[in-house]
């Protein structure tokens, strides 16, 4: 269905509401769940809000009209997005100029060749990796020097910088009070994947 106009501010939040019920949980919220989110007085506000959406194109609804059978376009069940509000700095302030758009930590990292490792140990703290943190790992069997890989080596796995030299591999830690590890011919290497990402909760 096209869109055919904008939404008010209430029925932007609701839509906000079933998405983010229908990506993080594979289905969508009951009348009930989104009259009690907003303190409506009654169901009505709720269908009334529905219908506006439906009109204007931003969801679809089937026959029987109720909450659990809403379908939003081209949404991705199953993944977690958070609003993208804008630019922050880290140095000097700059102007907040709000957006409206959704970062989908699914389409990051997602898909069938990736996946997670909680790190244990702090051989990677001079990259801003410490122990307890969530690295996401991209599944290859080969690396370019100076990246970050996880190298299984003799059945132990570790996460260190990469550098091939011609009779070694050399796994340098980020952490200068460390010495780094060389692999010669004779001990059993494999790259399970490459460093593409690293979530911490604070």
């Known amino acids: 269905m096209a869109r055919s106009a904008e939404m008010t501010v209430r029925q932007k939040e609701v839509l906000d509401f079933i998405r983010t019920k229908i990506e993080?949980?594979?289905?969508?919220?009951?009348?009930?769940?989104?009259?009690?989110a907003f303190d409506f007085k009654s169901p009505n506000a709720v269908t009334g809000h529905l219908k506006a959406l439906e009109r204007k194109g931003?969801?679809?609804?089937?026959?029987?009209?109720?909450?659990?059978?809403?379908?939003?376009?081209?949404?991705?069940?199953?993944?977690?997005?958070?609003?993208?509000?804008?630019?922050?700095?880290?140095?000097?302030?700059?102007?907040?100029?709000?957006?409206?758009?959704?970062?989908?930590?699914g389409e990051l990292f997602g898909g069938k060749e990736h996946f997670a490792l909680r790190v244990r140990g702090t051989s990677m703290i001079e990259d801003h990796i410490a122990?307890?943190?969530?690295?996401?790992?991209?599944?290859?069997?080969?690396a370019n020097n100076g990246e970050r890989v996880v190298a299984m080596i003799d059945?132990?796995?570790?996460?260190k910088k990469f550098y091939k030299k011609r009779d070694s591999i050399r796994l340098e830690p980020a952490n200068?009070?460390?010495?780094?590890?060389?692999?010669?011919?004779?001990?059993?290497?494999?790259?399970?994947?490459?460093?593409v990402g690293v979530v911490r909760k604070c």
């Open 24 to 36: 993080n949980r594979g289905f969508p919220p009951s009348i009930r769940e989104i009259c009690d």
């Open 58 to 105: 931003f969801i679809n609804r089937m026959e029987h009209k109720s909450a659990r059978a809403i379908e939003v376009p081209d949404i991705r069940v199953g993944r977690v997005s958070f609003p993208l509000l804008g630019l922050v700095s880290a140095g000097m302030g700059i102007e907040a100029v709000q957006q409206d758009d959704q970062i989908d930590l």
């Open 155 to 159: 059945r132990e796995v570790t996460l």
């Open 131 to 142: 122990d307890g943190d969530i690295v996401i790992i991209k599944k290859q069997p080969t």
């Open 176 to 195: 200068s009070t460390m010495e780094a590890i060389v692999v010669t011919p004779d001990r059993d290497i494999s790259i399970l994947g490459v460093l």
